[in-house]
């Protein structure tokens, strides 16, 4: 069979039974929907209220606006193949959204490390945390993730921009991830996905670690505080946060602890749709409905009336 650099492909979904794609098309606009109307809400009022205006909140709301990019990139041609039972894609428009998706996958992720880090700086050094976390600081530390994970997606799709495919080929996903992508190439991908194993590790494991090792110093930090309301304070600032790492990390482990070419089963499947829909999806309400400032924040923003307790 000829080898091509620009194949034809074809998205297969997330059922090729044609009874379900009708309950899986409403269900995953919903979800869509919610992720955006969430996202953009908790985008809204983060950036009108300045008692929002400070580290934590920017980078909960750097977040938002991530995870509203992030959910953009796979859900709308996700329902389009749903909607039309049409899963044709071209190869350029398939780098494209694997670039886009690995970049916001990745600062998700990077994300969620830079936000450990100032809880770290927030319990450890409070005295310091003024001179420690900065608008500048937490300025360069988006940028320098921005930067890191534009880097990475970069190279992911230019290594696959090298490879040739075998042309008309199905992709058996809902989005082009690197694994399928890799296990249809007929050129010797073996040095490519060692390198993409290695740069996947490397932006999966040491942010994790980084992540490990701040919860470590902040709950050796909550051990020495003598009083128990003092303790579940400065954990409840925790709280919401380590929810959307063991959400986020819990299903990205599922779907890539193995090489990008095996074929994917079921629930690796299941577990694509928790991080790239479902997870964005609940961020915003994690975050919101366990935050007093923020829900006092929205209750004015809805013209909500708070009652007095």
Not at 184 to 206: H, R
Request: negative net charge; glycine residues 4%; hydrophobic residues 45%.
């Amino acid at each position: 069979m000829n080898c091509s650099k620009t194949p034809d492909l074809v998205l297969l979904g997330l059922s090729r039974d044609p009874e379900q794609w009708e309950f899986f098309f409403c269900l995953f606009l919903a979800l869509y929907l919610l992720s955006l109307l969430g996202n953009l809400l908790l985008l809204l009022t983060i950036g009108t209220d300045s008692h929002l205006h400070t580290p934590m909140y920017f980078f909960l709301g750097q977040l938002s606006l991530v995870d509203v990019c992030f959910t953009s990139t796979t859900a709308p041609k996700m329902l389009q193949t749903l909607w039309t039972s049409n899963g044709a894609i071209s190869f350029s428009d398939c780098l494209m959204q694997l670039y886009f998706f690995a970049v916001f996958a990745d600062m998700d992720s990077l994300l969620l490390t830079v936000m450990a880090i100032d809880h770290y700086a927030a319990i450890c050094h409070p005295l310091r945390y003024p001179i420690l976390m900065t608008p500048c600081r937490c300025g360069l530390l988006v940028a320098a993730s921005w930067g890191v994970a534009h880097s990475i997606s970069l190279i992911h799709t230019l290594l696959l921009s090298q490879l040739f495919f075998y042309p008309n080929q199905e992709i058996p996903h809902f989005f082009c991830d690197l694994g399928p992508l890799l296990w249809l190439s007929c050129s010797d991908a073996n040095l490519n996905e060692d390198l993409v194993v290695a740069l996947t590790g490397f932006l999966g494991i040491s942010p994790l670690l980084c992540i490990i090792s701040s919860y470590a110093c902040v709950f050796h930090a909550v051990a020495m505080v003598p009083s128990a309301q003092g303790k579940k304070k400065a954990l409840a600032t925790c709280t919401s946060h380590l929810c959307t790492v063991i959400l986020f990390y819990s299903t990205v482990f599922v779907a890539y602890l193995k090489p990008p070419s095996t074929s994917r089963s079921p629930g690796e499947m299941v577990a694509a749709v928790m991080y790239t829909l479902v997870t964005p999806t609940l961020n915003p309400f994690i975050y919101s409905l366990r935050n007093k400032d923020v829900k006092s924040s929205l209750k004015m923003i809805l013209g909500i009336e708070s009652s007095q307790d």
